[in-house]
């Protein structure tokens, strides 16, 4: 009996403990790499911001960790259609499931470098050099290659900075999917869009909803400014270029686009995708036949 099979329509709270307990089973690893990273569902301790002179934070990031389960869940059940579809096998089936677990183990990490630098200054949160130097400062605490190995992919597939991974352009000048990217990426990446989980200090059930219902229900406008400024867009060469401002941008590219923007149409394409693999008769709109698999 699958993880979901118990869980129809179940309250949230006991479909998520019943997930929680069965993936702790089944992915120990993944758990411990959530507490290395200081983001376990369970457990509050407090970490010295590497950052900040080593000054001890103590902000509760057990919410991130309850989250990084429900995109588990929601990646989980995507992964169970295709697996009863034959579209996958039981271990890409595992895959997904282990790293939609881990995806933002990297969070504290960010929010640390965010309270180092300022609140209005976003450069250099995100950046690949920002993380190397996250994996140095895990190393010198001692934490293992292997865990290290884990966080190091954590979270890659996910997020506005991994949007240009996803997009490429056709002859025809349309956006595309990335055929370099696998399926197993692109269901992390879509879960997380889908799982909207309580703003940090409030209650609430987690929902699986749509890309643009779960920004608009976190209010990303708001707290993510930049999402709705900065982007993409295509040069001539059709290589992915990075936007400072979409409404002032070079007329040499193409199909320019704010993240916000480009986070819809990466998940559509990706719903599209796998609605392929799951059915070939549904004329229902692709994100809610996928969203009504999950919330099944």
Same mark, same amino acid.
């Given at each position: 009996?699958?993880?979901?099979?118990?869980?129809?329509?179940?309250?949230?709270?006991?479909?998520?403990?019943?997930?929680?307990?069965?993936?702790?089973?089944?992915?120990?690893?993944?758990?411990?790499?959530?507490?290395?990273?200081g983001?376990?569902?369970?457990?509050?301790?407090?970490?010295?911001?590497?950052?900040k002179?080593? /000054?001890?934070?103590?902000?509760d990031?057990?919410?991130?960790?309850?989250?990084?389960?429900?995109? =588990?869940?929601?990646?989980?059940?995507?992964? /169970?259609?295709?697996?009863?579809?034959?579209?996958?096998?039981?271990?890409?089936y595992?895959?997904?499931?282990?790293?939609?677990?881990?995806?933002? @183990?990297?969070?504290?990490?960010?929010v640390?470098?965010?309270?180092?630098?300022?609140?209005?200054?976003?450069?250099?949160?995100?950046?690949?050099?920002?993380?190397?130097?996250?994996?140095?400062?895990?190393?010198?605490? +001692?934490?293992?290659?292997?865990?290290? +190995?884990?966080?190091?992919?954590?979270?890659?597939? @996910?997020?506005? =900075?991994?949007?240009?991974?996803?997009?490429?352009?056709?002859?025809? +000048?349309?956006?595309?999917?990335?055929?370099?990217?696998?399926?197993?990426?692109?269901?992390?990446?879509?879960a997380?869009?889908? @799982?909207?989980?309580?703003?940090p200090?409030?209650?609430?059930?987690?929902?699986?909803?749509?890309?643009g219902?779960?920004?608009?229900?976190?209010?990303?406008?708001?707290?993510?400014?930049?999402?709705?400024?900065? =982007?993409?867009?295509?040069?001539?060469?059709g290589?992915?270029?990075?936007?400072?401002?979409?409404?002032? @941008?070079?007329?040499n590219?193409?199909?320019?686009?704010t993240y916000?923007?480009?986070?819809?149409?990466?998940?559509?394409?990706?719903? /599209?995708?796998?609605?392929?693999?799951?059915?070939?008769?549904?004329?229902?709109?692709?994100?809610?036949?996928?969203?009504?698999?999950?919330?099944?």
């Open positions: 009996m699958s993880v979901h099979d118990t869980q129809k329509f179940k309250p949230w709270e006991q479909r998520y403990a019943e997930a929680k307990m069965e993936f702790e089973r089944k992915f120990p690893q993944a758990f411990r790499v959530l507490e290395v990273g983001v376990h569902p369970d457990k509050n301790e407090p970490m010295e911001n590497p950052y002179n080593n /000054e001890l934070d103590s902000e990031f057990r919410n991130v960790g309850e989250h990084c389960v429900s995109v =588990g869940i929601c990646a989980n059940k995507i992964a /169970e259609e295709l697996l009863s579809s034959d579209a996958i096998n039981d271990e890409m595992r895959n997904i499931t282990e790293r939609s677990l881990i995806h933002d @183990t990297n969070k504290r990490f960010e640390f470098r965010k309270k180092a630098r300022g609140p209005d200054q976003s450069e250099g949160v995100y950046d690949k050099e920002a993380y190397e130097t996250m994996q140095d400062l895990l190393r010198d605490q +001692g934490v293992s290659s292997d865990l290290l +190995g884990y966080i190091e992919k954590a979270g890659k597939e @996910t997020g506005h =900075g991994s949007l240009r991974d996803f997009i490429s352009i056709s002859d025809d +000048g349309e956006i595309i999917l990335n055929p370099e990217r696998s399926l197993e990426e692109m269901i992390v990446h879509l997380d869009d889908m @799982t909207s989980s309580p703003l200090g409030t209650k609430g059930d987690t929902k699986f909803v749509t890309t219902e779960r920004m608009e229900a976190g209010k990303f406008e708001e707290r993510y400014p930049f999402l709705y400024k900065e =982007g993409l867009g295509f040069g001539e060469n290589k992915v270029m990075n936007i400072k401002d979409c409404e002032e @941008t070079d007329s590219l193409s199909q320019v686009k916000a923007e480009y986070q819809e149409v990466v998940a559509k394409l990706i719903c /599209e995708k796998l609605k392929s693999l799951m059915s070939l008769d549904s004329d229902e709109d692709s994100e809610e036949y996928i969203k009504k698999i999950v919330n099944n």
